[in-house]
């Protein structure tokens, strides 16, 4: 591995490189030999920038979350009525911006993990109540939660559903749970 001198972005490619590693490989395969191969770091590095294992992944992963909190906010910059939100979140579940291979890789290697590491249930405590709060700008506290769990659950069901549901189908069940 090269040597760079003055090298700002090296913790960032680590972060990145984890997060291309956990998306390729699954968590398991994590290890820092393996990430510091990917960054093109020495593998010096990895005890440089972070403790342990356990929180160079809680730090990529709560960037991760970070990140898909600002697409997430992003369907909703333009919302000004419940209805419109409604129409937000339907768009957030049918398209393909936000449900890429690699980011519902991602989600679902935090999800599987968060039992036994439990940094990480915390960075997944946290992204739920970022995209709840976005919610409650339209809608209570019990109809924000039951419309993020829907969200998780339905873009699941739509990137590995064999015949997944229309945009109006989903619409009608975001109106269903919003009672509009």
């Not at 699954?26 to 010096?44: F, M």
């Not at 333009?78 to 579940?93: K, R």
């Not at 291979?101 to 960075?123: D, H, S, W």
């Not at 829907?150 to 989903?170: N, Q, S, W, Y």
């Amino acid at each position: 591995m090269a040597r760079r001198p003055n090298d700002p972005q090296r913790r960032e490619r680590i972060l990145q490189a984890t997060l291309d590693t956990i998306a390729q490989h699954g968590i398991q395969a994590v290890t820092h030999r393996k990430i510091a191969s990917c960054a093109d770091v020495p593998l010096g590095s990895m005890t440089y920038y972070f403790s342990g294992i356990d929180a160079l992944l809680e730090e990529a992963f709560s960037g991760f979350t970070d990140d898909m909190l600002v697409q997430y906010k992003a369907f909703f910059a333009e919302v000004n009525s419940p209805q419109q939100a409604c129409d937000a979140i339907t768009q957030l579940i049918f398209s393909a911006q936000v449900t890429t291979t690699r980011n519902m890789e991602l989600m679902y290697q935090l999800y599987a993990f968060i039992g036994c590491k439990p940094a990480l249930k915390n960075v997944m405590q946290n992204w739920m109540q970022g995209s709840q709060q976005v919610l409650e700008q339209w809608f209570d506290s019990a109809t924000a939660r039951a419309l993020d769990a829907f969200i998780e659950g339905m873009t699941l069901h739509f990137v590995t559903d064999r015949a997944p549901l229309g945009k109006e189908e989903i619409r009608e069940m975001v109106g269903r749970i919003a009672r509009l």
